[in-house]
């Protein structure tokens, strides 16, 4: 009697404080929801964050030119830029050498064929920068630097004859280099050294900071 008695107590005592397998489900079930909708709020966070930062980089470049970025961050020990400026630029010259060899096009500004300022345009553009759609007037955007300071994401521009600007280029050499840029001309999207190059040497007028 004695034993029975026992074994009811512990009975009892089981099922009343073990959970029951269909609460373990629950309780999984419910972990799993709540694990997943922090997850997708933690990247949906990331995502915004990242397109607040492009957004607001893209509208300072707008309203100030260039050097307003103020230095508000660290010098690159790379660089003369601000570190945010010199990130920038780096995004630039990677978009600008994706389109390598890509064929001239009078009035082209894709990756179907380009001419010198409709490439510059796309190529700022990708990178969350606005600049206008002619050379003519990109050669009013941004700070007028000399021509021995233009390093990297500087813009170049050219004229045929005298003053009126025919051609942009954007430089992909630091200051202290030889003056490259990278730019789309009559044999499509390439590099060209200034120096090299007694026809763009000549042709050269001044350079802008678009960043």
């Known amino acids: ?5 026992l074994f009811l107590f512990f009975f009892t005592l089981f099922f009343a404080f073990a959970p029951s397998s269909s609460l373990q489900a629950q309780s999984k079930e419910k972990y799993k929801k ?23 980089l893209s509208r300072k470049v707008k309203k100030t030119g260039t050097s307003s970025l103020k230095a508000e961050t660290t010098r690159s ?38 001419d010198c300022s409709g490439y510059t345009q796309y190529v700022f553009k990708k990178t ?8 003519k007037t990109q050669a009013r955007e941004g700070q007028r630097i000399k021509i021995n300071e233009a390093q990297k994401g500087d813009l170049l521009f050219f004229a045929k004859n005298g003053k009126t ?14 003056l490259k840029m990278i730019h789309s001309s ?21 350079a802008r900071r678009i960043l």
């Open 1 to 5: 009697m004695k034993q029975s008695l």
């Open 34 to 56: 709540h694990y997943k909708k922090k997850h997708r709020k933690g990247k949906k966070k990331k995502h915004l964050k990242r397109k607040r930062k492009k957004q607001e």
């Open 77 to 114: 020990p790379s660089s003369k830029l601000p570190t945010n400026k010199a990130f920038a630029a780096n995004e630039i010259i990677i978009e600008a050498k994706r389109h390598l060899g890509t064929k001239y096009r009078y009035g082209g500004e894709s990756p179907k064929g380009f």
């Open 128 to 135: 969350g920068i606005d600049i206008s759609r002619t050379s």
């Open 165 to 178: 600007i025919s051609h942009v280029g954007i430089v992909i050499s630091d200051k202290n280099e030889s």
């Open 186 to 206: 009559s044999s499509g999207v390439n590099i060209t050294s200034i120096k090299s190059s007694r026809y763009w040497k000549n042709k050269l007028r001044f």
